[in-house]
């Protein structure tokens, strides 16, 4: 079994409902953020690969156009803008084009936190 991985990074702002730094949390505020995907599969023979890199690109940036420079909380779907709903929206969007997909990351570099989705292959979606 391969796996192949690919990232791309969106800038974004949200508010968020919480017990700490409450004031901070709902007022407008961005992020850096980094997602990554990992497809799970066997190359196909003819080509050598699980999956063209440059397709993995073009449904990638889809995705990533739905978050680029966006308020968060105004995305379609998404739910409260958290890093776990941030995942469930990328695995929506990208997996009926990526047969495989099997992890979705997403990363704040500046802060050291990261939330991971892992499909456990039983057919369930994450939910946001």
Known sequence: MWEVTKSFGFEAAHT???TVDVEASR????????AEVTLRGVPE?????VMDFGELDRVLRE?????????????????????ENI???????????????AVVTVRR???????????????????G
């Open 87 to 101: 995942c469930a929206w990328i695995w929506r969007h990208a997996a009926p084009e990526l047969p495989g997909l």
């Open 45 to 49: 023979p003819a080509t050598g690969m």
């Open 16 to 18: 968020l409902s919480r």
């Open 27 to 34: 007022r407008v505020h961005g992020h850096s953020y980094v």
């Open 109 to 127: 570099p500046s802060s050291g936190e990261t939330c991971r989705y892992v499909h456990d292959g039983a057919g369930e979606e994450p939910v």
């Open 63 to 83: 995705v990533r156009d739905g978050l680029d420079h966006r308020l968060l909380d105004a995305v379609e779907d998404l739910g409260p803008a958290t890093m």
